[in-house]
């Protein structure tokens, strides 16, 4: 999923911090930050495509709103592999940020033609479901057609979720998802932000497909009403009509794993997504660092240190879609006075030699600078590859330390 060197700064760190530093380390110690190392591991080490099951009759815009998730014409233009007779799994690929999702297909959905196949659709379910499952389904419906036929479309929802628990031990969580909005009344009223009789009508058809799914589905995660047109031409958006897909984009990532994240990051290429992992990152380097830092070893632990918080900005590049080398780190360092060689191995020495001034509470003090220290890095990374601010915005930040939060 990354190319060596990117993984070198984003799994290496942490892969040597848990073979040679978490077993020297005070049991408590242990306990604070291993939970922290896991977090960090699942994001990067364990990082996967994230997968759904997208259900909706044909017409309800399944393409549409992969397209619109990526920003890019990926359901069209053959960036699409069939892996049985049906395709029951799709690879959807975006080229220019290397992200992938991979959807369940389920053409024919609720609409009782098998006649063309060789295999029932439950027969195709059981052999796409044999080796993997979706982390949610997601359940299409257009908004004109809230009342055509849904109790059925439920039934089969509830039959492909049995088959998922039979097999995996696991139930996917269901997102109702009203389709073409634009298309209610009044009909001349087609590009968000909608008025108040439009939006009254999205409403009205998002409650009834919310009753109608929570009769028979009690357990049903939510309901987001969108609108998912955009048109493409050579590859680019030359038209977005697009409502409230950042509302289900950020939804989505709540149901997500965590080993999906960094994936759904590039997909959607979110800002609030890119930041709110970017946070999640920062938050659990920060705590490693406080950690191994409030030990009584001076200048040891540096190496160690510095290497979580290259994995961290490796992560946040990562997440931003940029492409991280040697000499893009060493840019970012220099820009923002943290140089490897120079001011950021200064700052960290005379974090350690706290210890020795203070050999009581200078280890206290030593770990509070680490994490201090590392929070200042999460912040300015972030203005500088995902805000993509102005260098001397993100060299501030940096000077501005502050604690990380502890929410």
């Known amino acids: ?50 997968r759904f099951a997208i259900i909706g009759r044909r017409g309800a815009g399944k393409s549409t709103l992969v397209n619109a998730i990526f920003q890019a014409p990926v359901a069209e233009v053959g960036a699409v592999t069939a892996e049985t007779e049906r395709g029951a799994w799709h690879t959807y690929k975006n080229t220019s940020q290397k992200a992938v999702m991979e959807v369940l297909d389920t053409r024919g959905f609720g609409e009782g033609d098998e006649t063309r196949f060789t295999q029932t659709e439950e027969d195709v379910w059981q052999e796409a479901l044999s080796s993997r499952y979706p982390d949610a ?5 257009k908004a004109k057609e809230v ?6 479309d439920i039934e089969q929802l509830k039959k492909l979720r049995e088959i998922i628990k039979k097999k995996h031990d696991y139930l996917p969580p269901v997102i109702g998802i009203v389709t073409q909005v634009d298309e209610l009344d009044p009909v001349y009223d087609t ?33 987001l009403p969108v609108c ?40 959607t290429q979110a800002k609030t997504i ?19 830092g409030a030990q009584p070893i001076p200048l040891a632990d540096l190496p160690v240190i510095t290497g979580i918080q290259m994995s961290m900005i490796a992560g946040i590049a990562y997440v931003s879609g940029r492409k991280l080398d040697r000499k893009s780190m060493a840019e970012f360092l220099g820009a923002i006075g943290a140089n490897v ?15 020795v001034t203070f050999p009581v509470a200078g280890h206290a003090i030593s770990g509070t600078l680490a994490a201090t220290a590392t929070w200042g890095l999460c912040k300015a990374a972030i ?5 993509k601010r102005p260098v001397h915005e993100a060299k501030e930040a940096y000077k501005n330390q502050s604690e990380p939060p502890t929410d």
Do not use: C
């Open 137 to 141: 389904i997601l359940f299409l419906v």
């Open 1 to 50: 999923m990354h190319d060596d060197e990117q993984k070198e700064y984003l799994e290496e760190p942490l892969r040597l911090f848990r073979k040679k530093i978490i077993p020297k380390l005070p049991s408590n110690i242990q306990k604070r930050v291993i939970g922290e190392v896991e977090r960090l591991e699942e994001l990067f080490v364990d990082s996967r495509p994230p």
């Open 274 to 292: 890119q930041i709110r992992i970017a946070k999640t990152i920062g938050k659990s380097a920060s705590a490693i660092t406080g950690g191994v």
């Open 147 to 152: 009342d055509a036929r849904v109790t059925e």
């Open 383 to 387: 203005l500088y590859f995902i805000e």
């Open 228 to 267: 998912a047109y955009t048109a493409f031409k050579n590859g680019e958006m030359v038209y977005d009509r697009r409502w409230n897909i950042d509302e289900l984009i950020d939804f989505l990532l709540e149901q997500l794993p965590g080993s999906t994240w960094m994936q759904w990051a590039r997909i």
């Open 191 to 223: 590009d968000p932000p909608f008025d108040e009789e439009k939006v009254a009508n999205i409403e009205h058809a998002s409650d009834h497909m919310e009753h109608m799914l929570k009769k028979h589905l009690p357990e049903v995660t939510g309901i």
């Open 341 to 355: 060689g120079t001011a950021f191995a200064f700052r960290q020495l005379a974090r350690s030699l706290s210890k």
